[in-house]
């Protein structure tokens, strides 16, 4: 019963958040301020939304790439896509969808598991901290230029800096050759019943081997670290301007810095522990609007708009990685009952060369 009520928690907080939103704003306003949208206008934010999701992706690629596996843009686009529909109906702050990225890459492509899951790893070390450093600059625009100072204080930007060094340190800990997270696991070792535990070791094993490949990876190919961070800021840029517009098609030509400051409220909303950030988003655009004196209704508007496209992509990423993952089984299952005979002498004839491959070196 507990445990139903805390999985039901998510949802009732959200619901109190939108019937608070739908008190403050009529839905007739919000409908007028979106009326104003043209054709022309929607076309121009989808093309933006897809420089963002090329930059977003080709930091993935770049780092898959950068360690010897050339797996195709568009296909890694489309696990990207499934990863994030994962990650979006999870509670928490988009995460979730990194075992789906790690399982079709590893399936799809033939990326061994452990350096799948090290891109991965780099490929969410460098998004958080990207996240962070514009989260920290958005807290430090606000109180420098003393917008919503009644709700954002100094200890914000203390905060802020801390969840900022957290990716910080691990990606330094990963070059300097540190284990940061199997490490602290191979303590565990100590208790008796997991020293007995194959799972636990095999898990060990595999968080080791994964370590090893990103610490290679920041050593071997520094270029490429550099270019997906690059990717990661050219992202967050197209991000900030299809925001902005959004703003202004809607009818909010605001300054810079408010602009930052709806945008800082936006992303710590997706942070709070909601699926998709239901509810949360809605609520951080309306009262930010309010407290700056303008008409609300805009930010219900913008609201709609981030979560129709958030949604869209969701759906269409599902969609893909069920598809993906249900061919893999039944693919699985026609191979090992001998129904795709030429098939299993591939996956034969694979296994010998690397067998071969491993007695060589």
């Keep these: ?3 139903r009520i805390v999985s039901l928690l998510p949802w009732f907080t959200a619901l109190v958040l939108f019937l608070w939103v739908l008190n403050v704003v009529p ?5 007028a301020v979106l009326s104003r949208l043209t054709l022309e206008q929607i076309v121009v934010l989808l093309l933006l939304n897809v420089l ?11 780092i898959l790439r950068g360690q010897g596996y050339p797996v195709p843009f568009l296909r890694l686009m489309a696990h990207r896509l499934a990863a994030f529909g994962v990650s979006y109906i999870t509670p928490g702050p988009h995460f979730g969808g990194e075992p789906v990225q790690v399982l079709l890459v590893e ?3 033939s990326v061994p598991r452990p350096a799948a899951v090290a891109a991965v790893t780099l490929d969410k070390t460098l998004e958080l901290l990207v996240n962070f450093t514009f989260l920290a600059a958005g807290v430090a625009v606000i109180l420098e230029g003393r917008i919503l100072r009644q709700v954002v ?3 914000a930007a203390v905060l802020a800096l801390l969840f900022l060094a957290f990716p910080a340190a691990f990606l330094l800990a990963i070059w300097l050759g540190y284990h940061p997270v199997s490490k602290p696991v191979s303590l565990l070792i100590r208790l008796p019943f997991l020293k007995r535990n194959p799972a636990y070791q095999r898990a060990h094993q595999a968080l080791l081997d994964s370590e090893a490949q990103a610490t290679r990876f920041c050593r071997q190919a520094p270029l490429a670290l550099a270019q997906a961070w690059g990717v990661s800021v050219m992202g967050w840029l197209a991000l900030i301007a299809e925001y902005w517009l959004m703003l202004n098609f809607l009818g909010l030509p605001l300054t810079p810095v408010q602009v930052i400051a709806m945008l800082t409220a936006a992303r710590v909303a997706i942070l709070l522990p909601l699926p998709g950030a239901l509810g949360t988003l809605e609520a951080s655009q309306v009262l930010v609007l309010s407290l700056m004196g303008l008409n609300p209704a805009a930010g219900i508007g913008i609201s709609l708009l981030i979560r129709t496209r958030d949604v869209m992509l969701a759906g269409t990423g599902l969609w893909w990685g069920g598809k993906r993952l249900r061919t ?5 299952t026609e191979l090992l009952s001998g129904r795709r005979p030429l ?3 591939i996956l034969f004839t694979r296994s010998i060369s690397r067998e071969e491959e491993t007695n060589h070196e």
């Design 52 to 62: 963002v999701l090329l930059a977003l992706n080709g930091r993935w690629w770049l």
């Design 328 to 332: 893999g089984r039944r693919y699985t």
């Design 343 to 345: 098939a299993r002498s």
């Design 1 to 3: 019963m507990k445990r």
């Design 107 to 109: 399936r799809e492509h």
């Design 27 to 31: 839905l007739t306003e919000t409908w």
């Design 153 to 155: 204080q100094g200890e």
